[in-house]
């Protein structure tokens, strides 16, 4: 065992869409896809706009959460709870045209909510570990910041509403940063931590890029909610944590680096990727330091919305990707692959 990894040792069971030559296909289908995703939400109006994204930040939390059980006898009530608080905020997406519709959003939501106060408070198997009760509470903060954010959009009379401002404001759009920060990036961070749990022989910095990217995935959404919530000031301090993700992620690119998984590698690659655009966008994003490149345009121009939802919905792609290639891989000890 000192020379191979777990994967040698328990081989999984391999599905046609894990095998290399269904990943390039996949991979072009992920590209389209976001592509498709991004010009869509650049010229859709931003309520709508800030719903996909949420609904989409859900699916990751439904994805990472079934991963965790439950020690007592509700487990499949719960799973069937949270399944349907995706399903009714879908709902309030699909027919948001319609104004009672809009308030599926919070109602789905608070089904999540429901579903994940479960999950955190009686974790078993691989979700056993205080690092991981802080990733899961992580993300019960941001489905709870996307209820909040939903209600402020349904309302925007309401003092909450008064207070964040509107779509363009900084308040706003730190916070509604916060919200997909908090509700993705502790996937990520599981997600490379089972990478290295698949590895017995791992190098040096792998460790510390994993323990990066734990730290970044709690700093990122607390300096957001900080910044927004109390002092501007606090988003100086962002190219921390948004430096340790991206190490993270170019750690996780190198583990998934190996003989039959491509579709992995080439996931963490396209979040690696969006992560380092990531980097280069803080430059001017929130209004500064920098100013923003001319070709770009204000906030709200079509070009600029389109490189910040192309950037986002990257990383979500990337995220789904990983999931759909790790179904190939068995149940190993302590958790899921």
């Known amino acids: 065992m ?9 081989p999984g069971r391999s599905l046609p869409l894990s095998r290399a ?34 609904l989409f930040c859900l699916a990751i939390v439904d994805l990472t ?6 020690r007592s006898g509700v ?9 349907a608080g995706s399903l009714i905020y879908a709902g309030g997406v699909l027919f948001a045209s319609v104004s009672v519709a809009g308030w599926l959003m919070p109602l789905g939501t608070l089904g999540v909510l429901l579903r994940l106060a479960l999950a955190c408070g ?42 964040l401002g509107p779509a363009e404001a900084l308040r706003f759009r730190l916070l509604a940063l916060a919200r997909v920060a908090a509700m993705t990036l502790p996937a990520l961070a599981l997600l490379h931590q089972q990478a290295v749990r698949r590895r017995v022989l791992a190098a040096p910095g792998t460790c510390w890029s994993g323990l990066g990217l734990h730290a970044g995935a709690v700093l990122m959404p607390s300096v957001l909610a900080l910044a927004a919530l109390l002092d501007a000031a606090w988003k100086y301090l962002l190219p921390v944590p948004a430096l ?15 003989p039959g998984s491509r579709l992995e590698y080439s996931a963490w ?13 803080g430059l001017y994003a929130f209004n500064g330091p920098l100013p ?42 302590g958790g899921h692959s």
């Open 2 to 10: 000192t020379a191979r990894n777990i994967e040698q040792a328990f």
């Open 21 to 54: 030559k269904f990943a390039a296909p996949t991979l072009r289908l992920a590209g389209w896809f976001t592509a498709a995703l991004a010009i869509g939400a650049a010229v859709l109006p931003r309520t709508l706009s800030f719903a996909v994204t949420g």
């Open 65 to 70: 959460m079934s991963r965790m059980t439950l």
């Open 75 to 83: 487990a499949a009530g719960a799973a069937r709870l949270l399944s």
């Open 122 to 163: 009686k974790p078993a198997g691989g979700w056993n570990g205080p690092e991981r009760q802080v990733l899961a509470g992580l993300m019960f903060a941001g489905v709870a910041l996307d209820g909040a954010m939903t209600l402020a959009n349904l309302a925007p009379l309401s003092a909450w509403a008064m207070y």
């Open 244 to 258: 340790m993700i991206f190490l993270g992620a170019c750690s996780a690119t190198r583990l998934a680096r190996r």
């Open 269 to 281: 690659v396209l979040i690696a990727g969006s992560m380092g655009l990531g980097l280069l966008m």
């Open 292 to 333: 923003a490149p001319d070709f770009l345009g204000a906030y709200g121009a079509a070009v600029r919305s389109f490189v910040r939802q192309a950037h986002g919905f990257a990383i979500v792609a990337g995220i789904l990707l990983v999931f759909l290639a790790r179904q190939r891989q068995t149940h190993f000890p």
